[in-house]
């Protein structure tokens, strides 16, 4: 069975830090995988993808993530985390006309 | 282009009792699938239909059920309503065929069963 997990609760990092929200994906085919976050009362937004290519997807708001198959992860990175940044981290993985999302990974940065 | 709607945005029901959501996906697209968010099961995938053709479900009982009609907009019922069914309920749109496609989400039902 497809999965996805995203091993931390919660992240905590000081505003202006390198942050990383880890994902791990175990899934048969083409790893098809996103990461969307989620602000308050708001629907998920898109952050980037992974379908083929460059192992390093760059995306929305300053945001990465790095395509590692040997390590079954696609972790996503910025290099200055800002007050903004705090939020609900979803990653993703699509296959088959469904989609399964990671548990979620709450975002904490301090100013 | 306007976004993906939802409609009602809150919602309170009794045990027992059925509802009806509904969902106006971004024009052109012809892909909605749902999903149900909880604290405790996170975000789950109900349904995804195209072109009023649900082409995969997720694992909930019958008492959840969808339909699309034929200019894309979808709802989705759920019937005999329990309390666990208290969740926000999302729908997103998708441009295409392709699923590596993003998706784009509605701002989603938030549904309280008393």
């Known amino acids: 069975a497809q999965s996805v997990a995203q091993p931390e609760d919660q992240v905590n990092v000081a505003e202006g830090n390198p942050l990383t929200v880890k994902c791990t994906y175990s899934?048969?085919?083409?790893?098809?995988l996103f990461w969307y976050v989620q602000y308050p009362n708001r629907g998920l937004q898109f952050l980037l993808k992974?379908?083929?290519?460059?192992?390093l997807v760059k995306g929305s708001y300053g945001f990465e993530a790095e395509f590692n198959k040997s390590q079954t992860s696609f972790h996503l990175k910025k290099p200055s985390a800002l007050v903004s940044d705090s939020a609900l981290y979803f990653c993703?993985?699509?296959?088959?006309?469904?989609?399964?999302f990671g548990a979620g990974t709450r975002l904490f940065v301090k100013a | 282009k306007a976004g993906v709607t939802q409609t009602p945005r809150y919602l309170i029901k009794t045990r027992g009792q059925q509802v009806t959501l509904s969902c106006s996906p971004i024009?052109?697209?012809?892909?909605v699938s749902w999903y149900q968010q909880t604290p405790g099961q996170g975000l789950q995938f109900l349904f995804e239909?195209?072109?009023?053709?649900?082409?995969n479900k997720g694992n909930f009982p019958g008492r959840f059920s969808g339909r699309q009609f034929s200019n894309s907009r979808s709802e989705m019922n759920v019937s005999t309503l329990e309390l666990g069914d208290s969740a926000l309920y999302l729908c997103?749109?998708?441009?295409?065929?392709?699923?590596?496609?993003?998706?784009?989400f509605g701002p989603g039902t938030r549904l309280t069963v008393l």
């Open positions: 024009s052109g697209h012809r892909s």
């Open positions: 899934v048969s085919g083409n790893p098809y």
């Open positions: 993703a993985y699509t296959g088959g006309f469904k989609t399964i």
């Open positions: 992974y379908i083929t290519g460059d192992n």
């Open positions: 239909y195209f072109s009023e053709t649900q082409r």
């Open positions: 997103a749109s998708l441009e295409g065929t392709d699923y590596y496609n993003e998706q784009f």
